[in-house]
């Protein structure tokens, strides 16, 4: 239902944009985040947007990252740029969708940033 994309290798200092498309019987989506999960370390919280576009961003990504949306396409998007050795990790987005069913929660299933020094 949720379709990560867009890592890859970069070196410090560069720029990727991530996308994440959700797809199915979708009414509507409300919430959509980005985690990441670094080597041996608990998935963190990244960003999050809600349906009307507030925005909402962990410290450590803050004035670096951009999170957006298109609603029409039910995508949402991480722009990340001056990216650091410490943003390497598997990044996972997580929406709050409205299917035919019922709410339901979702997550993708990663994609794998690199960052080398």
């Known amino acids: 239902q949720l379709q990560a994309s867009g890592g890859g290798l970069v070196q410090a200092g560069g720029s990727l944009r991530l996308s994440c498309a959700a797809s199915g019987s979708i009414i509507s989506i409300n919430i959509m985040d980005w985690y990441r999960q670094a080597p041996g370390k608990q998935r963190e919280w990244v960003a999050g947007?809600?349906?009307?576009?507030?925005?909402y961003y962990a410290d450590s990504v803050k004035g670096r990252f951009t999170i957006s949306r298109d609603n029409a396409k039910n995508t949402m998007y991480l722009q990340m740029n001056s990216l650091k050795p410490e943003d390497t990790a598997v990044y996972y987005c997580n929406a709050d969708v409205l299917v035919v069913g019922g709410p339901r929660n979702y997550w993708g299933q990663g994609t794998q940033v690199t960052v080398s020094s």
């Open positions: 947007i809600s349906r009307s576009g507030s925005t």
